[in-house]
């Protein structure tokens, strides 16, 4: 299974699928009072079968019903009977409520599975009568099995595309260890001494943002044009947003690719945001950290963290002499034990690798410490 999201195209038919939403909630809201009425009524619980044959009486006659397919309609129904079903399950153990209305403003989408839409051309949907136009980012691996039309926050429509298709995405074993050391002016600096430049994204936006940020108090509390600007900023800042998050992935990958263990230190990334604000958020090191721990274990490579107090800066890689302080603007530095002149960051890169080794593997202590050290 592969789930794909694609942005729909602004337009103005897309208010028959903002309508087709407002529907499916209008049917959802009146399943749950159905329920609550049965079940007051008769002690018992409304079964789908009849919740579905009841719904299709309904319909026909309800022009605002029938905007919807008879598909999504069924969807609708169950989800409800879900919510049900996992309210009986759970509610002895948990504290858990029956399923409760929604809001149209909170119901937010419906799925179509069999039928009820058709793909034309590159990038065109038929949903109904309506042909839709979507920006097809990627090509769609394997057969769809369902769509999902989901709108957001600021009204804009989304398509969810679930396949068939089987991810069978493999790295093979390389046998290779890395550390890994996050810096401020690159992103990334790896013991083999390859550094990854930060992307900065919120720097780029920033002039963008700043000006959306004025404009949107030059505007009147209240105003359609005041919904529009804050409409506006949150866009700019959902960008930032996706555009981090692709770096990230991509970043995870390529070092997945390459290495079988990956070696970092366990920051403590708020006293470092207090340090450097603004800058080490935008870096934003533990996000980049959750993915590769999720997609490591997914391949079956490791990723190990090594105690955040070892001081992987002011230790000399070679001869592991401590110097007593290393300010943040010192890039470089000699050792006086063995006069080796370090790189800061490539430095650290190396002890993170030497010390994350030996405490978590036994058999890679030998291969990465060279007894002469000690
Ligand atoms: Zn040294």
Redesign the pocket.
């Known amino acids: 299974m592969k789930t794909y999201k694609f942005k729909l195209y602004k337009s103005k038919k897309n208010k028959y699928l903002h309508q087709q939403i407002h529907s499916a909630s209008s049917i959802y809201n009146h399943c749950i009072a159905l329920h609550k009425r049965y079940y007051r009524i008769f002690g018992k619980y409304l079964t789908q079968g009849k919740l579905k044959s009841h719904i299709a009486k309904l319909r026909k006659k309800s022009s605002y019903w029938s905007l919807l397919g008879s598909q999504a309609t069924q969807d609708v129904i169950e989800r409800v009977d879900r919510s049900y079903q996992q309210f009986f399950r759970y509610c002895k153990t948990r504290k858990i409520g029956t399923p409760r209305f929604k809001s149209y403003r909170k119901y937010k989408s419906f799925t179509l599975k069999q039928a009820g839409y058709k793909f034309l051309g590159v990038n065109k949907l038929k949903i109904g009568q309506k042909i839709y136009k979507y920006s097809k980012s990627r090509e769609i691996l394997g057969k769809v099995k369902t769509i999902t039309i989901k709108r957001d926050g600021l009204g804009d429509i989304y398509i969810f595309l679930v396949t068939d298709f089987v991810d069978e995405e493999v790295y093979p074993l390389s046998g290779k260890s890395v550390g890994i050391d996050f810096g401020l002016k690159d992103y990334l600096i790896t013991s083999d001494g390859d550094k990854y430049k930060s992307p900065e994204f919120f720097k780029q936006y920033l002039d963008k943002i700043q000006k959306l940020s004025k404009l949107l108090s030059s505007k009147k509390k209240g105003s359609s044009n005041r919904v529009k600007a804050k409409k506006n900023l949150i866009r700019a800042h959902k960008n930032i947003k996706n555009l981090r998050e692709d770096y990230q992935w991509k970043l995870a990958r390529n070092l997945l690719k390459e290495y079988d263990n990956l070696y970092f230190e366990d920051l403590y990334l708020k006293v470092m945001v207090k340090l450097w604000g603004r800058k080490i958020s935008d870096l934003s090191h533990s996000e980049f950290l959750k993915k590769l721990e999720y997609l490591a274990t997914k391949l079956g490579k490791f990723v190990g963290k090594i105690d955040r107090f070892y001081p992987s800066s002011k230790t000399?890689n070679?001869?592991?002499?401590k110097i007593d302080s290393l300010p943040l603007t010192v890039r470089e530095w000699c050792?006086l034990?063995?006069k080796?002149v370090h790189d800061r960051d490539f430095n650290a890169a190396k002890n993170i690798l030497r010390v994350g080794a030996s405490t978590h593997k036994g058999e890679s202590v030998r291969l990465l410490v060279n007894k002469s050290n000690f």
Request: charged letters at 10%; glycine letters at 0%.
């Open positions: 000399c070679i001869c592991l002499n050792c034990e063995c080796t």
